[in-house]
């Protein structure tokens, strides 16, 4: 293959990777290009060549996919938060379902699985759904200030004056603050020189009741002319309850820090859910899509089964919005999370909504089981849903000693939601179905529940590997070097390439088919620096491609 940066090349697009670029083949190599939609035919300059793929840009659109639509954003093309606003929801929709199939059966190695239907978001629009939002502020090379969202794959800011997933509320709120700071220009923080004072813009909404929370995240208490931002708030943004600024002076990644200040109003905002009324907290977990979290719960009830006479364990627990809002056909609900704040609110929304058999405790899931076998209190059904990490092998091996009746498993990531269910089959748990739920329109995310069954001791559990259709190691199955890349971003405030990466592997002895990261033996490669490879080691033993 003669491809080289910069030649221009017909192309037709075939298919979608996980992340959202349109793929096609010239001459039988995979190019991959970004805004393109399957079924186009485009003329695509190459921006970017490697042994295996190359990535490229659109020139000329030649004949449009009868997916493609109009962008209704100005900011779509630089920004990172949508994905899919140049294609119709149905062509979306599509994609997402097929992304979790793909997942399951090449990650999982799981064949044949019942995979229901994606639910996707009934209402007329898919705009205004976002009821959370962490604005990134940041300053451009003559010191005005940034805010918007990060490009893709980045922490480079795109200012952006609106954002159509967020309400109304937010935008107004993003332009106060922008007139407050050309009045009073507070320092903004740096995240390479680790100085300054405001972070982010912080924004939630109630999207039943309406209340609005308003916070800035800053490295320090004391903001000047902060009294002036709050009074402009007030007079412009009648549904706003609560002001309050989120300490976070550490050197991280990490969007939020543990301390929370109310300078005005409540500590928290109120929302209805499922029939039920839930206080949140800036720290506490809340479904960002309110409507399609009613849609994905009723199904994650539905796979628990309850008929009133069970122990529903909830782990992950967060405020509580879905063991609470299956408390009514449960004997009891016990609740587990990690976050002390979440369990306190947790507990307030049990009492605000007079149910009186659910409990909470605050800590790990092993210090959880402990506790609840010493009140011989067993689960009949556990209900998980973790980050976008999925479980670690700790906890699924405390669900499985916990030896449940049955298991519905919420994720966020399809990726890592094969790997955790490949796993719990190996221990004796059947994949009885699998639904997608679409909570996040025009982004590439998709969540999915899953119903895990006890097998019977007199069951068996056929896997059928093709290792030929997966074309991965036994190893690489486990996490993706995207997947690690972010793990120690995420947990190390480090960006890694995929040649440290690399290199660490094969330090571990974990053998790649054909490694583009090696480079020309005559070049000079650079190793990887002692603080990246620890790094890197602690993402592999995350993943369990090495042992502890």
């Not at 062509?91 to 639910?119: C, M, N, Y």
């Not at 912080?202 to 800053?218: A, D, H, P, Q």
């Not at 709050?230 to 007079?235: I, P, R, Y």
């Not at 190893?475 to 971003?489: C, F, G, N, P, R």
């Amino acid at each position: 293959m003669n491809l080289k940066k910069n030649d221009i090349i017909p192309l037709s697009i075939t298919g979608m990777t996980a992340d959202g670029l349109g793929v096609g083949r010239y001459d039988n190599f995979p190019i991959f290009v970004p805004l393109s939609a399957i079924n186009d035919s485009l003329m695509v300059r190459i921006v970017k060549v490697t042994k295996r793929f190359a990535f490229g840009r659109i020139e000329e659109i030649l004949n449009s996919s009868s997916d493609r639509i109009t962008s209704d954003c100005p900011y779509f093309t630089s920004c990172g938060g949508c994905t899919y606003r140049h294609i119709s929801y149905k062509s979306e929709l599509a994609i997402k379902q097929q992304k979790v199939t793909d997942a399951l059966s090449r990650i999982g190695a799981f064949k044949d699985l019942p995979i229901q239907a994606i639910l996707g978001d009934c209402r007329q629009s898919t705009d205004g759904y976002r009821n959370k939002a962490l604005i990134p502020l940041g300053k451009d090379k003559d010191g005005k200030l940034q805010m918007g969202f990060y490009a893709v794959n980045s922490h480079r800011i795109v200012d952006a004056l609106t954002c159509r997933l967020q309400p109304a509320e937010f935008n107004l709120a993003m332009k106060i603050f922008r007139e407050w700071h050309r009045k009073y220009p507070c320092s903004i923080y740096d995240e390479f020189s680790h100085s300054g004072l405001l972070r982010k813009l912080y924004l939630r909404k109630g999207e039943k009741t309406g209340e609005v929370m308003v916070g800035l995240i800053s490295t320090k208490p004391k903001i000047p002319q902060v009294d002036e931002l709050l009074a402009a708030l007030q007079e412009s943004l009648p549904t706003m309850v609560s002001f309050v600024v989120n300490i976070n002076p550490d050197k991280t990644n990490v969007a939020l820090g543990n301390r929370n200040i109310t300078l005005w109003g409540k500590d928290t905002i109120e929302d209805e859910l499922c029939g039920l009324t839930f206080d949140i907290s800036p720290l506490s977990f809340y479904q960002v899509n309110r409507n399609q979290a009613e849609i994905l719960y009723r199904k994650a009830a539905e796979y628990a089964g309850l008929t009133g006479n069970e122990i529903l364990l909830d782990f992950y627990c967060g405020i509580g919005t879905i063991g609470l809002s299956m408390a009514h056909q449960a004997k009891k609900v016990i609740g587990v999370e990690i976050i002390p704040d979440a369990i306190v609110n947790a507990k307030e929304n049990a009492k605000r909504n007079r149910i009186t058999n659910a409990e909470f405790i605050c800590g790990d899931a092993a210090q959880a089981a402990l506790e609840l076998r010493s009140q011989n209190e067993i689960p009949d059904v556990i209900i998980v849903d973790p980050p976008r990490k999925g479980c670690d092998l700790s906890l699924i091996e405390t669900i499985v000693n916990l030896s449940p009746k049955r298991v519905v498993y919420v994720s966020c990531d399809p990726a890592t939601l094969a790997r955790d269910l490949r796993i719990f089959a190996e221990k004796g748990y059947h994949v009885t179905e699998v639904t997608p739920v679409d909570m996040f329109p025009r982004t590439a995310h998709v969540e999915s529940v899953v119903l895990l069954s006890k097998l019977k001791s007199t069951d068996a559990i056929e896997v059928n590997i093709d290792l030929d259709e997966i074309d991965l190691t036994k190893s690489e199955s486990k996490a993706t070097y995207d997947e690690i890349k972010q793990y120690v971003l995420d947990n190390a405030g480090l960006k890694v390439s995929p040649l440290y990466i690399a290199q660490v592997k094969r330090k571990y002895g974990i053998i790649e088919r054909d490694n583009y990261n090696l480079g020309d033996s005559k070049a000079r490669v650079p190793q990887v620096p002692l603080e990246k490879k620890k790094a890197i080691t602690d993402a592999l033993r995350h993943f369990r491609m090495i042992d502890n």
